[in-house]
């Protein structure tokens, strides 16, 4: 199981990849021949921002459960995505849950239920879990992050074709962005969260 702390939202699994792989080599790259029609436009390689969401969602969960890459149990998602106003650049989507302490304005205490510490996360890591509703109405927070990732981070990819060219590329794409999301977006999940769990 992958060690996190509060420096760190994603880790890269290479002994599981390794260990659990069918093919001998890489569980990744399996996954990746397996969803080799995302990796691709008409025959055509893709831009790098788009080979970079395509090869993150290919590397976590739900596709690859457990990933190649690991997300922080606490965090709600840690997902890539194109930019809106740039096609050549990506963001990261961070999201947690945030307890009402974290808010400006307290929500009136007894009145609203609380994210609750879930009592069947596998781990040392503190998670939250969303409550049931019952007598009092539920108030659950989430907080979304949106981290530009520099376009001149994002690797080209040579091939998009099944194999170790394609793997290598994978590879490398979503370390960059598992690194980059760890330098870059940990100390403002640590901001917004803190140890408040």
Do not use: K
Request: net charge negative.
């Amino acid at each position: 199981m992958p060690q996190f702390d509060h420096h760190t939202l994603a880790v890269i699994d290479d002994t599981h990849d390794r260990e659990q792989a069918s093919d001998g080599r890489s569980r990744y790259g399996a996954y990746l021949t397996r969803h080799a029609h995302r990796l691709n436009d008409d025959g055509r390689p893709l831009t790098p921002a788009a080979f970079a969401v395509a090869a993150w969602r290919i590397a976590t969960a739900p596709i690859m459960a457990p990933g190649y890459v690991r997300v922080r149990p606490d965090l709600h998602a840690l997902t890539v995505e194109t930019a809106e106003d740039d096609p050549a650049g990506i963001v990261l989507r961070i999201t947690a849950p945030l307890r009402h302490r974290a808010l400006a304005h307290l929500p009136e205490p007894g009145h609203w239920q609380d994210w609750e510490a879930d009592r069947w996360a596998d781990g040392p890591w503190p998670t939250l879990a969303e409550p049931i509703p019952g007598r009092r109405p539920v108030l659950a927070v989430t907080a979304t992050i949106l981290l530009p990732v520099p376009a001149v981070l994002l690797p080209t990819p040579a091939s998009t074709r099944p194999g170790p060219g394609l793997l290598r590329d994978a590879q490398h794409t979503v370390t960059v962005l598992a690194d980059y999301a760890n330098r870059h977006g940990a100390p403002e999940v640590a901001d917004l969260i803190g140890g408040d769990r």
